[in-house]
């Protein structure tokens, strides 16, 4: 690798990258997806990438950005995060993701997100893949 090549890359890995919680909300009907990422205007980009090909994840998301098109989807930051050096930000991002998720309730009718599960819900999941029952 060049020497130039290696200066920009050790540039690029000292420049955090924007991180904290963002929402895509529907203008129509105000129907919004939250998510966190260490990595805003990637995930972002993301998103709109796969919602223009017809293949994001989130199928109720996907059917109203074919229903309404995109100019009716906003893709905002609700939050961000300034990052510090050697420090891991997965638990604060997760934690405000959460505060946000209770804040606006993005479930059902007024959003896209789905509800997870709680501890006593996974727990008992778990044991019924164990064991092997329904």
């Known amino acids: 690798m060049s020497a130039k090549k290696k200066e920009l890359k050790r540039e690029y890995m000292l420049n955090h990258r924007p991180m904290g919680v963002y929402q895509i909300r529907n203008v129509v009907n105000e129907k919004m997806l939250i998510g966190a990422a260490l990595d805003l205007p990637g995930i972002l980009n993301r998103h709109k990438f796969q919602l223009k ?3 994001h994840p989130n199928g109720a ?5 074919n229903e309404f098109g995109d100019e009716n989807f906003a893709f905002e930051i609700l939050d961000e995060i300034t990052p510090k050096e050697g420090r ?3 638990e604060e991002l997760a934690f ?4 946000w998720l ?3 309730q993005p479930y059902g009718d007024r959003g896209y997100n789905e509800k ?5 819900e996974m727990l008992r999941l778990i044991a019924q893949n164990r064991t092997g029952a329904e």
């Open 116 to 120: 997870k599960k709680g501890r006593e």
């Open 102 to 104: 209770e804040k606006s």
């Open 61 to 65: 998301l996907q059917a109203e950005w």
């Open 96 to 99: 405000l993701e959460e505060l």
């Open 53 to 55: 090909m017809g293949n």
């Open 88 to 90: 891991d930000h997965r």
